[in-house]
C-alpha cells in the first residue's frame, strides 16, 4: 500500500504560466487487501489555484478516481477528498493536476489515507480526518503517502521583499533557505531577562537553543530580516506543540505562547524605531515571549514563529503538516515561517512561577517593586520582567534564599517610564519544603521625596515592613497594590 513520487513520470513543464495546466502522476498501490479509502488532496495558501486529480483506471463498480477542477476560494488551509472502495493489488497513476492561476506561493499535496477501523493493527497511528469535511467526522485514517508539488518546482518564485525569519544558521536570504527544523531566529535565552537584547542583533549567527525549564519564565525572542531596500514593519507571533504522528497539527493542536505583556503578537523594531529599514534586522525587543511550562512538563516540543507583515498578513495557526518532507518544502517556500525544536526539563527544585500585570501610569517615576513572604524560611523567591525600562534596565530579583519565617520585603528601586504596561513574574522554589502556611505577595509602590505633592499621603517604608534603611532615607511609598501568589498548604 503506498503511494510513491515519480520524477521521471511528469510531464509538467519548468516554464509554466499562468492559465497552463501542469499535470504530475504519481503511483499508487493498494497492496494485498480491498479497503475503503480516502483519496483527495490538501491546498494551502493557494487561492486563486484551480485543482483536480483522475486516475484513468476504473474500479471495478466503474466508479473513477478522480475529482473535478475546483477553483480553491482561500488562502487558509483546504482539505478535499473522496472515498474509494479500491480492490486489492490495484495498481495506477493518479494525476496531481492545477492551473497555474494567480496564486504567488502555494503548497498543494496528493494524499492517500487507509480508513482506519477499532481494532486494526495500526489503529494508533491513525489520524482524525475531520479536516475534509463534516461526512468524516469521528473517522480516522491511516496515511499511506503525502506527495507534494509547488510552484516554485515549475518557475522561480517571486523575489520576497519583506521581512523574513531563517530555517538554520548560513542562510543568507529567503531564496536560500534549506528547510530546517532548528532556526536560528527563535531564540530561548533563558530565565533571566537580558541586560542588553540588542546584543542578539549584534550575533546574527548564533544559534541559542537554552533548555525550557519547568515552572520558570522562560524568555524568548525573535528577530526577522528586512530582504527588500525599502523599511518595513511586522510583529511576531510563537506557537508550540507536541511532537507526534502529525508534525505540524490542526488548528486545535497548537499553544499560543503569549508576550511578557500578556499578549499573542510583539511587535518587530530595531534600535532606530519600529520600522526595520532595508537589509536590517528586528527584534522582538520591547515585548519578548514568556513561556511558563507547568512545573512537572517535560520532554521534546517545538516552537514555531510567524510573521504578520503590511505585504503579507497572517493572523492565523501555522497549517496542519504530517510529514518532514512536507514541512522541509513547506518552510523553504515561506519565509515567513520557522520552526525550532526545544527541550524542556522538569523542574527539581519545586518552581512555581506566576505573573501580575503591572502599569506605570501616565508618568515617568520611581517604583519600589519587590516580593513580600511569610512562613517561608529555606524557600527561593525572586522576581523578573524582560521588558526593559528606562535605561535599558530589567526589573529583576535573582532567586534569593529566605532565612526567617517573619514577613519580610525583597525589593528594588525602578525608574520607569510613563505608559509601561507588562507582567511582573513571581518565582518561588520549595526545595522540597513543605510548610504549612505560606504566603508570597508582589509589591509595588510609588516612591515619593519630600519636595512630591502627595508626600503628606505616603507612608514610611518601615511601615509596609521594609527594614528601616539608609537607602530610603526620608523617601516614602505610596501602594499601588498587594497581589498575592499562593496562601495554604503546598
Not at 49 to 57: D, G, I, Q
Not at 99 to 121: K, M, N, R, V
Not at 213 to 225: C, E, H, P, T
Request: proline share 8%; glycine share 8%; net charge negative.
Amino acid at each position: 500500500m503506498r503511494l510513491t513520487m515519480n520524477n521521471a513520470a511528469t510531464t509538467s513543464s519548468s516554464t509554466a504560466t499562468e492559465g497552463q495546466w501542469v499535470v504530475k502522476p504519481y503511483p499508487f498501490s493498494s497492496g494485498s487487501v480491498a479497503a475503503e479509502w480516502l483519496i483527495g488532496i490538501k491546498v494551502q495558501h493557494g487561492k486563486g489555484l484551480t485543482v483536480a486529480y483522475s486516475c484513468t483506471k476504473e474500479l471495478p463498480d466503474k466508479k473513477k478516481i478522480e475529482l473535478q477542477p475546483i477553483s480553491v476560494p482561500t488562502n487558509d488551509t483546504l482539505s478535499i477528498g473522496a472515498k474509494y472502495w479500491i480492490p486489492s493489488n490495484f495498481d495506477a497513476d493518479i494525476d496531481l493536476k492545477y492551473e497555474l492561476g494567480t496564486a504567488e506561493q502555494f503548497h498543494l499535496s496528493l494524499i492517500a489515507y487507509l480508513i482506519a477501523q477499532p481494532g486494526d493493527p495500526q489503529y494508533e497511528l491513525s489520524v482524525p480526518l475531520d479536516e475534509f469535511g463534516p461526512e468524516w467526522a469521528g473517522k480516522r485514517g491511516i496515511s499511506k503517502g503525502i506527495q507534494t508539488m509547488s510552484k516554485s518546482e515549475f518557475a522561480p518564485p517571486p523575489p520576497w521583499n519583506d521581512l523574513y525569519v531563517r530555517t538554520a544558521v548560513g542562510e543568507k536570504s529567503p531564496n536560500d533557505r534549506q528547510g530546517g527544523f532548528g532556526s536560528p531566529d527563535i531564540m530561548p535565552i533563558g530565565t533571566t531577562p537580558l541586560v542588553d537584547p540588542w546584543s542578539l542583533l549584534k550575533n546574527y549567527d548564533q544559534y541559542i537553543n537554552n533548555p525550557i525549564y519547568g515552572g520558570l519564565a522562560n524568555i524568548v525572542y525573535v528577530r526577522a530580516k528586512n530582504s527588500s531596500d525599502q523599511s518595513k514593519a511586522g510583529k511576531a507571533n510563537l506557537v508550540m506543540c507536541n511532537p507526534g504522528t502529525v508534525i505540524w497539527p490542526d488548528k486545535n493542536g497548537w499553544t499560543r505562547i503569549k508576550t511578557q505583556a500578556g499578549a499573542y503578537e510583539s511587535t518587530l523594531s530595531c534600535p532606530s524605531g519600529e520600522g526595520i529599514p532595508g537589509a536590517e534586522i528586528g527584534l522582538t525587543y520591547s515585548d519578548p515571549f514568556v513561556y511558563i511550562p507547568p512545573p512537572g512538563e517535560s520532554g521534546h516540543r517545538c516552537f514555531v514563529t510567524w510573521l504578520d507583515t503590511e505585504d503579507h498578513p497572517l493572523k492565523t495557526v501555522p497549517p496542519q503538516i504530517n510529514t518532514a518532507s512536507e514541512l522541509a518544502a513547506f518552510l523553504v517556500s515561506h519565509p515567513n515561517y520557522a520552526h525550532h525544536n526545544i527541550d524542556i526539563v522538569p523542574s527539581t527544585t519545586g518552581s512555581v512561577t506566576k505573573g501580575y500585570p503591572f502599569s506605570s501610569g501616565a508618568a515617568e517615576d520611581t517604583w519600589v517593586i519587590g516580593v513580600k513572604v511569610e512562613n517561608v524560611k529555606g524557600f527561593k523567591v525572586g522576581y523578573s520582567c524582560a521588558t526593559p525600562i528606562k535605561g535599558g534596565k530589567v526589573i529583576l530579583l535573582a532567586p534569593t534564599e529566605v532565612t526567617t519565617n517573619d514577613p519580610v520585603s525583597f525589593a528594588g528601586d525602578y525608574l520607569i517610564q510613563a505608559d509601561f504596561n507588562s507582567n511582573i513574574n513571581i518565582t518561588y522554589e520549595t526545595q522540597g519544603l513543605t510548610p504549612a502556611n505560606f504566603k508570597i505577595s508582589l509589591v509595588a509602590y510609588l516612591k515619593v521625596s519630600l519636595n512630591h505633592p502627595l508626600y503628606h499621603l505616603a507612608t514610611p517604608f518601615h511601615e509596609f515592613g521594609f527594614t528601616a534603611n539608609a537607602s530610603f532615607g526620608s523617601d516614602r511609598g505610596i501602594m499601588l497594590g498587594s497581589m498575592t501568589m499562593m496562601r495554604g498548604s503546598i
